[in-house]
């Protein structure tokens, strides 16, 4: 399991235990072909720090409620405007966990 701490741009294939701090973005588009596309950036975070996390569709379903801890496997790093964060891609997997979790300061 990677701590925040260890992430690093361009690696795949993640496996972390975060908990969620809180939603920052959730956009809901409706596309040309009728269907509505939506988007999330969710802080997450455990006790070596914070990084923000994308999710699009159903995944974010998964993330919704605060201080909810989840397992992520199979996450990968992207960069967006200099900064990192977690992508999740249609292998990704995110069940959640009853491990509790302290936070460092995000």
Known sequence: TTKVCDIS??????????SIIKTEVLVERKR?????SRVAIFLVGDT???????????QI???LGNNQTVSIT?????VFKGQIR???GIWSNVP????KMSI???
């Open 9 to 18: 741009p361009g690696v795949s294939g993640l496996s972390l235990i975060v």
């Open 86 to 88: 977690l992508g999740l």
């Open 32 to 36: 040309d072909d009728g269907k509505i």
């Open 61 to 63: 379903d998964l993330f």
């Open 48 to 58: 070596s720090g914070s990084i923000q996390l994308i999710a699009r569709n159903e």
């Open 104 to 106: 460092s300061n995000p």
């Open 96 to 99: 959640t966990t009853s491990q």
């Open 74 to 78: 199979n996450a990968h790093v992207e």
